[in-house]
């Protein structure tokens, strides 16, 4: 038995050259997280600059320990952007991850 594959048809990101190790990361299954080399903090979401004060392009991909707290859970019915092609209701989790994101 072959099982059918379902075409895709929801949003997608926006696929960026400084944020390729990020998805080619999630490609396998792992998370990967950006931190400036030159103060040693972590950030999210993956750009090209470490946000704060050093605003640098000097940045290194740490892979993720995976554990952390899911605190919230939002939840909506309706989304602001038009046309949607997102799949209503949705939720979402806030979490704290090990490396002090949240």
Same mark, same amino acid.
């Given at each position: 038995? +072959? #099982? #059918? /594959?379902?075409?895709?048809? /929801?949003? @997608?990101?926006? *696929?960026?050259?400084?944020? /390729?190790? *990020?998805? =080619?990361?999630?490609? #396998?299954?792992?998370?990967?997280?950006?931190?400036?080399?030159?103060? &040693?903090? %972590? *950030? %999210?979401?993956?750009?090209?600059?470490?946000? &704060? &004060?050093?605003?640098? =392009?000097?940045?290194?991909?740490?892979?993720?320990?995976?554990? &952390?707290?899911?605190? @919230? %859970?939002?939840?909506?019915?309706? =989304?602001?952007?038009?046309?949607?092609?997102?799949?209503?209701?949705?939720?979402?989790? @806030? +979490?704290?991850?090990? /490396?002090? @994101?949240?």
């Amino acid at each position: 038995m +072959s #099982e #059918e /594959k379902k075409a895709y048809n /929801k949003p @997608l990101p926006e *696929f960026r050259p400084e944020t /390729k190790p *990020f998805w =080619d990361a999630a490609k #396998e299954h792992k998370l990967v997280i950006p931190r400036s080399r030159e103060t &040693g903090e %972590f *950030f %999210f979401y993956p750009r090209a600059l470490s946000p &704060g &004060g050093d605003m640098s =392009d000097d940045i290194e991909w740490v892979e993720s320990e995976g554990r &952390g707290r899911c605190g @919230l %859970f939002p939840y909506t019915t309706w =989304d602001p952007r038009k046309p949607t092609r997102v799949s209503l209701p949705m939720s979402w989790p @806030l +979490s704290r991850w090990m /490396k002090g @994101l949240r």
